[in-house]
């Protein structure tokens, strides 16, 4: 059994976030059917559609066939979720919108992705990673040595939307148990850059500032050492970093260097002396936390990923042996599979679609948020356990923060701390005393879920493992994340996201060939994580709906390192390479890359021959064709990209922007993270939203991470304090007030 089967899905998306979002589904065993235009999907050329679509049944369909559209209608009526990319407003011309779909079928999970949002002057534009980066301000955070903005090698944000996108449609379909209705999902590209990048940040405050390349503090960045090879230093929390001070005898040479010593120059000194594979045993063995900058060619076929089944291959009649990334999250009643690469749908695939659903749904419940009544223990500390249960709670979950008396060590990093901590309650328990543990299994026997990020064995040692919380409450389900997965001989090891940057070659990638590598400064693995946590929990809730029991979930940052790369380790014998990067990487080539004008910046992505000649009449530039025979790639900081730079640098941004909107040229202004929060299409299409936080005042939120049509989503509250609804919570769960004063009278449970 599997955790989404008998689930039919219909997918007329293109590109990477809707087709990856039925992937997901399809992978826990949903009928995916995928639509596709007579031309094909507009990637499929790329290695990465193969995973993206795999599992699923492909039918050709011209929507501007009233034939085919009728067709279309047809697989959607018999449907349980359909899933569009489409600009505002074309649905609504081919008739393929949620109101129109669901009056038909009222049972159907309508899911919209599109690439930006819902309004403004940007939300035609194709989808495009670096033009919603841009769009977005992400481009500017990234750590870099030149005030410029940073191309993103991976597209992280279109990650983030395929994942939000899964969760939301697990949501809307564990809803759909209660009340027998569909309802329409949208989850845009702006919403995927909210769960990737966020922000949170105070009003006042400088939005989203760049840091270094290379990391921002001694206790974590890249060094490089006497091989010229680099590790990551990942010493984030003081106990950590001290063993590194005794591990690398830095004491005394601090004290030899006197008190303005930079620690960060003393360490690179250091380094520098010996060969990576010395330090890192040294490390090790004093266990400190660092990792290797490697390659990500050989990051599928590393321990990591071979001990979690993470390697796949598959043999494709054309291509001969294609190489992909496993299913990134186990469910261990109702695990997911990968059944195969996309096949043509036959007869017995369209079958499946030959019974419409039932018109009339079962008794329906009243509109709420569609996680609303599911009970969240949050063990979760820093990022990815936090997150993922701030996630639970955007989507209507009763998420309550556990922390003992020292809280989670992340609450120093205020506005962060914020954003991963949204919508819960704080409850301040001890787990290591006898009593305290009695208390939390007393709170799990009517708890749904429990999540936590423990480095492996600690859930055994604190007696809160899954066996212990199944034996008090069947129906629990407990989600674990740990670095490197449950099997292997690393399982055991601490893990931070840069990490997991550098063993995967996420670095390296984003650095280039030869060149330093890079530290992003988007937590990548963690908030992947986190999403992919999200996702797993919701479609456990799903399984359960029908078994009646909970089950263990796990997954790990290692996994997602994967997934979030997978359409560069999708690969097979002749493939084409994927990008890379360079320092302060500006874009791809002289087409589609990041340019200064007069006044700001703008993402250019001409990717055809007609974007191309019509930007050489917009420029009045002379003729390419004779100077740039290959013109779509032509180098990014060649000839040609020279030779744009000077056309357009003293034009104000705006007025270029218009001028190449009118001739058909995909473009769009980069902004910071200030402009980013005062752009009005941001906060029409509901980004943004303004809370007041009791500690650091006035602050600038991302809203939401997917809007649903019966009950909304976002956050009741922004995080809780260390403990600050104990007494609430502990009511809420059915303690007497008797056991809660003995409780406190022990000090066993607190409010900060």
Not at 150 to 163: K, S, T
Not at 168 to 189: F, I, M, Y
Not at 399 to 418: L, M
Not at 604 to 611: D, E, G, P, Q, R
């Amino acid at each position: 059994m599997t955790a989404f089967a008998g689930v039919r899905v219909v997918d007329v998306s293109q590109g990477l976030a809707g087709p990856m979002a039925t992937m997901m589904l399809a992978d826990f065993g949903a009928e995916v059917i995928k639509v596709e235009p007579p031309g094909g999907d507009r990637i499929a050329a790329r290695p990465g559609y193969l995973t993206w679509n795999r599992g699923k049944s492909r039918t050709v369909l011209d929507l501007s066939s009233d034939a085919d559209l009728a067709s279309v209608a047809d697989l959607v009526a018999a449907a349980d979720v359909a899933v569009f990319d489409h600009a505002p407003g074309h649905l609504e011309s081919l008739g393929l919108d949620a109101a129109t779909l669901t009056a038909r079928n009222p049972r159907l999970i309508h899911l919209w992705v599109p690439p930006y949002g819902v309004s403004g002057p940007w939300s035609h534009l194709p989808e495009h990673h670096a033009m919603l980066a841009g769009l977005t301000g992400t481009a500017f955070r990234q750590g870099s040595y030149a005030h410029q903005p940073i191309w993103h090698i991976m597209p992280m944000l279109h990650h983030g939307q395929a994942v939000m996108a899964a969760a939301a449609v697990g949501a809307a379909l564990k809803d759909r148990h209660r009340t027998g209705l569909g309802q329409a999902v949208r989850v845009s590209g702006a919403h995927g850059n909210a769960e990737v990048a966020g922000p949170v940040g105070l009003l006042d405050a400088p939005g989203m500032m760049q840091g270094h390349p290379l990391g921002g503090s001694a206790s974590y960045r890249l060094y490089q050492c006497a091989d010229g090879e680099w590790l990551f230093l990942a010493t984030l929390f003081p106990h950590f970093f001290e063993r590194a001070v005794d591990a690398l005898r830095l004491r005394e040479r601090m004290m030899t260097a006197g008190p303005t010593v930079d620690p960060g120059r003393l360490i690179e000194r250091v380094f520098a002396e010996r060969p990576r594979a010395h330090w890192l045993k040294l490390l090790a063995d004093h266990d400190v936390p660092a990792a290797p900058v490697s390659r990500r060619a050989d990051w599928l076929r590393s321990g990591p990923m071979t001990d979690n089944g993470m390697r796949l291959t598959f043999d494709h009649p054309d291509l001969g042996t294609v190489e992909m990334p496993g299913v990134p999250i186990k469910l261990a009643e109702t695990p997911g599979a990968v059944r195969g690469l996309m096949r043509e749908a036959g007869p017995e695939d369209l079958k499946v679609f030959a019974t419409p659903r039932p018109a009339t749904p079962s008794p329906g419940g009243d509109a709420r948020q569609p996680l609303a009544g599911v009970k969240v223990l949050d063990l979760g500390t820093v990022i990815a356990g936090a997150y993922a249960s701030a996630i639970l709670a955007c989507f209507g979950a009763d998420v309550v923060k556990v922390e003992s008396a020292e809280g989670d060590p992340f609450r120093p990093f205020g506005p962060g701390f914020t954003n991963h901590n949204r919508g819960k309650r704080g409850l301040g328990l001890n787990l290591k005393d006898p009593e305290g543990r009695a208390a939390f299994l007393d709170m799990a026997r009517t708890a749904d879920v429990v999540v936590d990020n423990y480095r492996l064995g600690v859930r055994s040692r604190l007696g809160i493992d899954y066996a212990t919380l199944r034996a008090v409450n069947p129906r629990i389900i407990s989600a674990s994340i740990n670095a490197y997965g449950s099997t292997g001989a690393e399982a055991h090891l601490p893990g931070f996201d840069p990490l997991l940057q550098a063993r995967s070659g996420m670095m390296a990638a984003q650095g280039g060939p030869g060149e330093e590598p890079v530290f992003h400064s988007v937590a990548i693995n963690d908030v992947a994580t986190a999403a992919v946590t999200a996702f797993g929990v919701i479609a456990a809730l799903n399984a359960r709906e029908r078994t009646g029991l909970g089950q263990n979930v796990e997954t790990c940052l290692a996994a997602q390192s994967a997934l979030f790369q997978s359409g560069a380790l999708t690969t097979w014998p002749g493939a084409p390479p994927p990008p890379e990067g360079e320092r302060d990487c500006i874009g791809l080539t002289a087409l589609e890359r990041y340019y200064p004008c007069a006044d700001g910046w703008i993402t250019l992505a001409a990717s055809t021959t007609t974007h191309a000649e019509a930007l050489e009449r917009v420029l009045g530039a002379e003729e390419w064709a004779d100077r740039y025979p290959d013109v779509l790639n032509q180098p990014r900081r060649g000839d040609l990209a020279y030779e744009i730079t000077e056309l357009i640098c003293e034009r104000p941004r705006d007025a270029l922007l218009a001028v190449l909107a009118e001739a058909g040229i995909p473009a769009a202004p980069v902004l910071d993270g200030d402009e980013a929060r005062g752009e009005e299409w941001l906060w029409e299409s509901g980004f943004f939203e303004l809370r007041r936080h009791p500690l650091w005042g006035d602050m600038v939120a991302s809203r939401t991470f997917a809007e649903f049509s019966r009950g909304g989503s976002g956050f009741e509250r922004l995080d809780p304090g260390l403990g600050e609804h104990t007494v609430e919570v502990l009511r809420d769960y059915g303690f007497p007030i008797e056991r809660v004063r003995k409780l406190a009278e022990a000090r066993l449970i607190f409010r900060g």
